[in-house]
């Protein structure tokens, strides 16, 4: 069945450096990509999304990236601050549906100071 | 309230128990979603509700009952749960494929 693969699982970086945590997705009709955060017991919120139309997205300090041939798409994160530190999920659109996500298993930043 | 409720925020109960999850959404969306998150595995989706699709997780155990009575409420019934489905019980809406918005989540603990 279609599945979403993130990594890694933990990611510890230096505050002020970069982080990336890399998707990558099986199903080749997936047009819709969203990431969102989830802080220390609160709920996941959307940061940024990407269709499969585009390659790139960029909005302040973190970025999308789409590489549809290769079937994978990158989370990027510049000029970590500490408010970054929080458990990061992607997700693909599922072809045969409007509606549902498949998710991937979600990546842990730590930022240090 | 704004954006999507759940109540309760925690529940505790036996595995005799019968119970239910309420979830409101006030954003005007057509879709509404149940979702479980346990630790260190992606989110579980359960079940979907939305005029065009309704879709249920055929792994998802009979125990758990959904019932979207209109677009703006979702519940989930619980009976006999078993330990294992321990976990944050997590609700959503969406207008059609864009955004989920998810609610605070309910801390469920099967003793």
């Known amino acids: 069945g279609e599945n979403v693969e993130q990594h890694p699982s933990t990611l510890s970086v230096q505050e002020g450096d970069s982080a990336v945590i890399k998707c990558t997705y099986s199903d080749s009709a997936s047009n819709y990509f969203p990431w969102y955060k989830q802080e220390l017991g609160k709920r996941p919120q959307l940061i940024i999304d990407i269709r499969s139309n585009v390659g790139e997205k960029k909005d302040q300090r973190i970025a999308v990236t789409l590489n549809k041939t290769a079937k994978h798409f990158s989370l990027h994160i510049t000029e970590t601050q500490p408010e970054d530190s929080a458990v990061y999920f992607c997700?693909?659109?599922?072809?045969?549906?409007?509606?549902?996500?498949?998710w991937g298993a979600g990546t842990k930043l730590i930022i240090k100071p | 309230e704004t954006g999507v409720t759940q109540t309760p925020r925690h529940l505790v109960m036996g595995m005799t128990n019968k119970k239910s999850l309420k979830c409101e959404q006030h954003l005007g969306h057509n879709a509404m979603y149940w979702y479980k998150q346990s630790a260190k595995k992606p989110l579980e989706l359960m079940f979907v509700y939305s005029l065009e699709e309704r879709v249920e997780n055929n792994s998802v155990p009979s125990r758990f009952s959904p019932e979207c009575p209109n677009s703006s409420h979702l519940f989930l019934h619980l009976h006999t749960l078993q330990p294992e489905d321990s976990a944050l019980y997590l609700c959503a809406s969406s207008q059609s494929g864009r955004e989920q918005f998810f609610g605070p989540g309910t801390r469920l603990t099967v003793l």
């Open positions: 997700a693909a659109s599922r072809a045969d549906s409007n509606y549902q996500l498949i």
